[in-house]
């Protein structure tokens, strides 16, 4: 069996430290990396880092990374707001992507992972939603009845018939469902984090993982964010990374596709 890598970044302003420029230095380590091992991520970007940095969005796009929406401001509350204000939001924000040159997005992470309905998001003309992170991060979400498998959802107010909203899930650990994204990804000891990761690719044949582009400046210095934000930022993180993907990607054969590409090998996007 084919197994795939989907690595994807939330392309957003660091909103506990209001700083756009930080992520924007983060994307340029994290983009050498990826160049270094051939993979294609996809990023998804907030309305404002894209109407900020058009530039950097568009090059990422033209160098064959996936273009996806993460909202318009990260410190929206979207899940909170009626139809038309979600909508309007929605809009503004697919239209920042267009505006950098890129082809308009088809794929959608809610910021903090908490989204509007699925019938929104098909309104708002998404394809996929990639914000179900089915674990238990308390005083956020507690997904452990969710699937973790990718799955069509059809909305009550779509109908079965409808075209329904594919949703892809990020990795978590076989039954225990431990998370292994970003600050789990920074803060477990390196062998579990390798077995973990394994167990994952192992389990459901593909291993969809998230990062923030600030994770990849060193935070250390940065008093006012919790410890474990800080932990292992910078050059520890572009460390332990190159090693899981030179594991993965150069050892394991681990293909790294982007969301879209991974969805119609599956055969549910079709080509074009
Ligand atoms: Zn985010």
Redesign the pocket.
């Known amino acids: 069996m084919k197994r795939y890598l989907l690595f994807t970044v939330?392309m957003?302003e660091m909103d506990r430290l209001s700083s756009l420029r930080i992520s924007k230095r983060g994307w340029e380590r994290i983009e050498t990396l990826l160049e270094e091992f051939g993979i294609h991520s996809t990023l998804?970007t907030?309305g404002v880092f894209a109407e900020n940095y058009p530039v950097t969005v568009r090059e990422a796009w033209e160098k064959g990374h996936e273009i996806a929406s993460?909202g318009m401001n990260?410190s929206e509350h979207i899940e909170e707001m009626n139809v038309n204000e979600v909508l309007k939001v929605l809009h503004k924000a697919k239209a920042t992507v267009e505006k950098s040159g890129c082809d308009s997005p088809i794929g959608f992470?809610?910021?903090?992972?908490m989204p509007p309905s699925p019938s929104v998001l098909l309104q708002a003309g998404f394809l996929y939603d990639s914000s179900l992170h089915p674990t238990w991060v308390p005083g956020r979400y507690n997904n452990l009845k969710s699937r973790t498998d990718v799955h069509v959802i059809y909305d009550r107010k779509m109908g079965e018939c409808g075209n329904g909203l594919i949703e892809v899930p990020i990795s978590v650990s076989p039954c225990l469902r431990l998370p292994v994204s970003w600050i789990w990804f920074r803060n477990y000891p390196d062998f579990i984090l390798q077995s973990l990761l394994k167990k994952v690719i192992e389990n459901t044949g593909f291993l969809h993982i998230y990062f923030?582009p600030w994770e990849f400046v060193e935070l250390k210095g940065y008093s006012s964010l919790p410890y474990l934000y800080r932990r292992r930022t910078g050059p520890k993180l572009i460390e332990r990374l190159r090693a899981i993907l030179e594991y993965l990607v150069r050892r394991e054969g681990v293909k790294a596709v982007t969301i879209t590409e991974y969805l119609r090998i599956r055969g549910l996007l079709l080509e074009g």
């Open positions: 939330d957003e998804f907030t993460h990260h992470r809610a910021p903090r992972l923030h």
